[in-house]
C-alpha cells in the first residue's frame, strides 16, 4: 500500500501564480487552493494540510491575519506555513517569522527553489509526524494511548460541535483482571489483552477509534454514532470477547474472560466539554460492574 500523498493548501489571489505552484508541486503532493482568506481558513479545517503556501498581500484578509488565525485553528496551531511575498525588507520576514511562519519564498518563484524549500519543510514535517505516532500508541496492545485518545476527543468534539452530529462514546474494563494476573501471570496478563484488543477492533467501523485508556481499561470513540448503533456496536464487543474463550478460572462470573461496558452518546454544545462524554461513559461502567458484569449499560 503506497503512502498517502502530503497535502500542501496553496492560497494565492493571482490565477498565474496559482498555475505555477500547482504545475510545480502537483505530481509530488495533493494540491487544494483558496484565492483569500476565509476560504484558506475553511479549507485548512477540511483538509489538514501539512504545509500552507500563503500569499502575503491579498484583498480582504491579508497573509498575516490569514496565517494568525490558522495558528488558532483546534489541531492546526502547528501547521507549516511559507509566506509568499514579493516584499523583501527584513521588518516584513520578521513580522511572519514573529507569528509562526518557517520560511520565505519571494516573487517571481524560481521553480527548483520552491520545489527544493516545501521539500525540507515536508521532510521535516514527516519525521515529526512519525515521532508523533509512536509517541501515541500503547507499547503493549499497538493502538492508540490515552494521549492519542484526548487528542481525537478533542478534535471530534470540536467538529460535532460545529456539525451538531451525535458522539458515542464505550468504555470498556477486562472482568477481574487482577485476578487473571495473579493466577495466570503477567505474561498471559498481557497476551490476554492483546487478544481482547484483537476482539475490540474487529467489532469497530473503520472510522472509529479505539485506545487503550490504561491497564486493563479501553475506550472507542464512533463519530456520527447515534445510541441504539453504539449499543450494536458494544454488545458485539461484549460478545466477540467472550467468544474468545480465554480460560479464567479465578473469574467471579464466568469460566471464561469476559468485559464489561458502559456506553454514552451525546451531542455537543456550547458549554460543554468532552471530558463529559467520558464521564458519563465511565458512570455507566460502574453501574454495568455493580450489576453484575459481563454486560453493557448506557445513558
Not at 488558532?72 to 507569528?99: N, Y
Not at 519543510?121 to 500503547?138: C, G, N, S, V
Not at 461484549?238 to 480465554?246: C, G, Y
Request: include cysteine; hydrophobic fraction near 40%.
Amino acid at each position: 500500500m503506497s503512502e498517502r500523498k502530503q497535502v500542501i493548501l496553496i492560497v494565492d489571489d493571482t490565477p498565474i501564480n496559482l498555475q505555477i505552484l500547482i504545475e510545480v508541486l502537483g505530481e509530488e503532493y495533493e494540491i487544494v487552493f483558496a484565492t483569500n482568506g476565509k476560504d484558506a481558513l475553511a479549507m485548512a479545517e477540511i483538509n489538514q494540510p501539512d504545509l500552507v503556501l500563503l500569499d502575503i498581500q491579498m484583498p480582504g484578509m491579508n497573509g498575516y491575519e490569514v496565517c494568525k488565525a490558522l495558528k488558532s485553528i483546534p489541531h492546526q496551531e502547528g501547521v507549516s506555513i511559507i509566506f509568499l511575498t514579493a516584499m523583501s525588507q527584513p521588518e516584513d520576514e520578521i513580522a511572519g517569522l514573529k507569528l509562526g511562519a518557517v520560511d520565505y519564498i519571494t516573487k517571481p518563484f524560481h521553480p527548483d527553489i520552491v520545489r527544493l524549500r516545501v521539500r525540507n519543510q515536508l521532510e521535516l514535517k514527516r519525521l515529526r509526524d512519525i515521532q508523533t505516532r509512536f509517541a501515541m500508541l500503547d507499547g503493549l496492545t499497538g493502538i492508540a494511548n490515552r494521549r492519542a485518545l484526548d487528542e481525537h476527543l478533542g478534535r471530534e468534539w470540536f467538529r460535532s460541535l460545529r456539525s451538531q452530529a451525535a458522539l458515542s462514546l464505550i468504555m470498556l474494563d477486562v472482568d477481574f483482571f487482577k485476578l487473571y494476573n495473579d493466577t495466570y501471570g503477567h505474561l498471559a496478563g498481557d497476551d490476554c489483552l492483546k487478544r481482547v484488543t484483537a476482539a475490540l477492533l474487529s467489532s469497530l467501523r473503520a472510522s472509529d477509534f479505539a485506545a487503550r485508556y490504561g491497564g486493563e481499561e479501553f475506550v472507542t470513540l464512533l463519530y456520527e454514532s447515534d445510541k441504539e448503533g453504539a449499543l450494536v456496536t458494544a454488545e458485539r464487543i461484549r460478545a466477540k470477547v467472550e467468544s474468545l474463550q480465554i480460560p479464567h478460572q479465578s473469574s467471579q462470573i464466568s469460566p471464561y474472560v469476559t468485559v464489561s461496558l458502559g456506553m454514552a452518546t451525546f451531542v455537543p454544545s456550547d458549554g460543554s466539554a468532552p471530558d463529559h462524554l467520558i464521564n458519563m461513559a465511565d458512570q455507566m461502567l460502574y453501574r454495568a460492574k455493580n450489576n453484575g458484569r459481563n454486560r453493557v449499560e448506557y445513558m
